[in-house]
């Protein structure tokens, strides 16, 4: 079956650092790949989508990477701010429109 | 511009009772979902629609009906609440099939 799996450590980081956090999968072959912040208590938001024939995609502080050979995408956030500290979530569509979300990792800056 | 408008924002249930969260979006969207939300297990699929009188079934459809009349509204029916159904449910919309969904804040629902 379909599986989606995020850091399932929490990760804490010193303001100003780049955050890392890993999304891969298995048994899937997504056309399209999301990520998105959630904060608690809210619904999550929309960040960024890249497409299975790119690469990378960057979006101010964001960086995203999709590699279709490792199944594996990467979100950096650059130059870390404590607003950054959130739970985000990889979200994993193919043309059928179904989008499967990992459960997410929760990120923390401290200042 | 109010987005996608979830009500009630929280609910408690009976077991056997029967209800309907209701979603609505304003931003003209022909796609839009419903998730629940459990702690450790991510945001999993309910049902979905592509447009006005189309509907799906997602990943987790037993337990849920919906409809799709309009194009603005997308409500989720509970047809007989039981404990395993006590979750977080989020409404999303998106103007294309791959586009990036936007999410209402949730109805944080309990069955006893």
């Known amino acids: 079956s379909q599986k989606i799996e995020q850091n399932s450590e929490a990760l804490n980081i010193q303001e100003g650092k780049t955050a890392t956090l890993t999304c891969n999968y298995t048994?899937?072959?997504?056309?399209?790949l999301q990520w998105y912040r959630q904060d608690p208590g809210r619904g999550p938001v929309f960040l960024l989508l890249?497409?299975?024939?790119?690469k990378e995609k960057r979006k101010e502080r964001l960086k995203v990477t999709f590699d279709t050979t490792l199944k594996q995408s990467l979100f950096h956030v650059t130059a870390s701010q404590p607003a950054d500290s959130a739970t985000y979530l990889c979200?994993?569509?193919?043309?059928?429109?179904?989008?499967?979300f990992g459960a997410g990792t929760t990120v923390t800056v401290r200042a | 511009n109010a987005g996608v408008t979830q009500t009630p924002k929280f609910q408690v249930l009976k077991t056997g009772q029967s209800m309907t969260l209701q979603c609505a979006q304003d931003?003209?969207?022909?796609?839009m979902s419903w998730y629940r939300q459990d702690p450790g297990m991510g945001l999993r699929l309910i049902h979905y629609?592509?447009?006005?009188?189309?509907?799906d079934q997602g990943e987790v459809p037993n337990g849920y009906n919906v409809s799709r009349s309009t194009t603005e509204d997308f409500p989720l029916r509970l047809l007989s609440a039981a404990p395993s159904q006590t979750s977080v449910y989020f409404c999303a919309s998106s103007y294309s099939k791959q586009g990036g969904y936007t999410f209402g804040s949730g109805t944080r629902l309990t069955v006893v």
């Open positions: 931003m003209n969207h022909e796609y």
């Open positions: 629609s592509v447009g006005a009188g189309i509907t």
């Open positions: 979200a994993l569509s193919s043309n059928d429109y179904k989008l499967s």
């Open positions: 048994n899937y072959s997504p056309a399209y």
């Open positions: 890249i497409r299975e024939n790119e």
